[in-house]
């Protein structure tokens, strides 16, 4: 057992809660930014067609689907995702409920009496309607400069947003900026959860990317296990 923050974590196992699965499919033409090309999964080898076996192959970014960002992404000299602290996105981590529709804003986020060093990850309108379709859903909820800067300000460890972008669609600068605001601080950015099936509260969450060699970000599988409200 391990203590953050007060907070009993649990991660090394009691067999009376459930893992819950908050990220999403891979899959061919999923769900991506519009200047982003699609990711594309297709067989090599088709057991269904007569081959001997079957083997996927995968043409795909770094940003797809439920991912982390590196500070290495708007930063050259910043941290590569195969040097993030295993724990910077594994132990703790506390899930808020975010009621503004438009987007995440420092005001709502000041209610929350945020702590150094904490993971959070954010639930918003996103979780139940932006998977419906593989399109774009073009008004998501992500964070503004202003809020990440708050976050900024706060140094907490990681944050989690429940879309594929952790700024806005509509402002090339302000997603951008987004991005570095956080980066600098060396905040882990985790993109592309789905939070449907988690309500707020703390959570032990398992999240690691693959170890992509230098890379600026890594697809990822997330888990969480709810510990208290
Ligand atoms: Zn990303």
Redesign the pocket.
């Known amino acids: 057992m391990s203590e953050e923050n007060g907070i009993t974590s649990r991660l090394d196992g009691t067999p009376d809660s459930e893992w819950i699965d908050i990220s999403i499919p891979v899959r061919d033409a999923m769900v991506h930014m519009p200047k982003d090309p699609a990711a594309r999964i297709y067989r090599i080898y088709d057991a269904d067609k007569g081959d001997i076996g079957t083997m996927y192959g995968m043409d795909i970014t770094s940003?797809a689907g439920t991912?982390i960002?590196a500070p290495r992404?708007f930063f050259r000299d910043g941290k590569t995702i195969d040097e993030m602290p295993l724990d910077a996105t594994m132990g703790l981590a506390r899930v808020i409920e975010i009621n503004d529709t438009e987007s995440i804003k420092p005001e709502e986020l000041n209610a929350h009496n945020i702590q150094p060093g904490e993971r959070l990850l954010f639930k918003t309108i996103n979780s139940l309607k932006a998977y419906e379709t593989d399109e774009l859903f073009k008004d998501y909820v992500c964070f503004t400069p202003a809020s990440a800067q708050f976050l900024a300000d706060k140094r907490v460890r990681a944050v989690g947003l429940d879309y594929i972008?952790a700024g806005s669609n509509k402002n090339d600068e302000d997603l951008i900026k987004v991005h570095q605001i956080l980066e600098i601080v060396g905040i882990w950015?985790i993109?592309g959860l789905n939070l449907s099936a988690v309500q707020a509260g703390q959570y032990d969450l398992i999240c690691l990317p693959i170890k992509l060699e230098g890379g600026d970000?890594g697809l990822t599988r997330a888990i969480v296990r709810r510990i208290s409200k």
């Open positions: 940003h991912h960002d992404h972008a950015i993109e970000a």
